[in-house]
C-alpha cells in the first residue's frame, strides 16, 4: 500500500470533505507556524510536513473519508482510510481502477465510470452516492467526489453508512410511532372535545345494535341532532367559547338518554347521533323532544337566532328488526332525511322520517355516510 502525497490530501479535501475537518485544520496551522519560526531550514520544513500529514490522516479517519489519486495509466494511489473503508489491511496490494470498481455493486458501476470518464474529459468535478461491498461482503454507502488537477484525478470517498443507518432507524421509529398512534386511535373510544363516544365507537355499535334487532326483531331508534347555525356562532363568539359551548351541549343531551346500551355520539363538526336500542319511532321522537328541552333550558346565547338562543334540530328514524331493512346505512339515512326536514322549518324542530319527503340530502359535514359505508363493508 502506497499512502498518498499530504499536497494530494489537501487538494482532495478541498473537493468538499474538508469541511468535516475545520475544527482541526486550525491546531495544525498553529502548529506549523511555530514549527517554521523555530526549524527555518529543511529538517524543519520536513517536520512540519510530517506533523501536517498526521494531523490530516487523523481527521479522516475521525470524519470516515479516504483520498484517492487516479494517474491517466489507470494506477490508482489510496489513502490508509480508503483501504480501511473497503475492508482492505494495509498488506493488501493497490487495487487498479478495474479492481476498484468491482468493488461496487453493479448497478452502480456504470454511473462512476461515466462520472470518471466525463471528469477526464472536460475537466470538471463529480459527485455521486453508490454503495461497495465489502470482502467481508458488509455493504457500505458512500459518496464519491473526485476532479481531475493536471494530469490526475483527485477524489475523496466519504463513508455515510452511519448516517444511512440513523436515517433508516429514524424512519422505523416513526413508522413505529405512526403505526402506534392508529392503534391507539382504533382503540380511543371518547371524542375529547365533546367527551363523548366518538365516531368510530357509534359506527361499532351501530352495527352491532343492527344485527341484533335483525336477530331478534326488536326496533332501534335513531336520533340526528345539529346545533342550528352553528358556524355563525363560532364567527361571531369564537373558537375557544363555542368550544366550551358545544361540550356544554353534548353533556347536556348524554344525560338525556337513561337505559343501557343507549349511545351518545359526536357525529360530525357540530352534529351528535344518538343511538336508541329498543326504542321505536314514537319513543326516539320522544328522547329527540327530550334533548331540545335540555338545550333550551342552558340558555345559551345566540345572536341572530329567532329566540335569542342556541338550538338544535332533531331528526329521527327506526325500525323494527322484521321490516326487512339490510343496511345500517338505510336507518342512517333516514334519520339525516329527517334532520334535513328539521332544517328546512328554521331548526330547533323535531321532524320524523317520512318516506314521501323529498327532503335536502345535501351533506354539510362532507357526506359521513361513505365513511359508515366503508365500515360496515370492511365488516361484512
Known sequence: MTAMPAPAFIAALGLGAGMAVAGLLPWARAGMARRNAGNPGADGRA??????????????SAAHFGTWRMTPDRQMTWSAQMFEIHGLGPADPMPGKREALDFFVPEDRAAISDALTEAWN?????ELAARLRRPDTELRHVVLRGRRMGTAMLGVLLDVTDDKR???QMREARQLALQANAALREMTTEDAETGLANRRQFDRSLVHEFKRALRSGTPLGLVMIEL???KSYR???????????LREVAQAIKAVPRRTGDVVARYGDAEIAVLLPLADDKGAERVATIIQEAVRVLAVPQAGSETGFLTVACGVAAFIGLQGMSNPLELVRRADQALACARNMGGGRVACYDPSANADLADPYGAPEAELERFVRSRS
Open 47 to 60: 517536520e512540519i510536513q510530517s506533523e501536517s500529514a498526521l494531523w490530516l490522516d487523523l481527521a479522516a
Open 122 to 126: 472536460t475537466g470538471t468535478s463529480f
Open 166 to 168: 440513523a436515517e433508516a
Open 228 to 230: 342550528d347555525q352553528f
Open 235 to 245: 364567527e361571531i363568539y369564537g373558537q375557544t367559547a363555542s368550544d366550551a359551548f
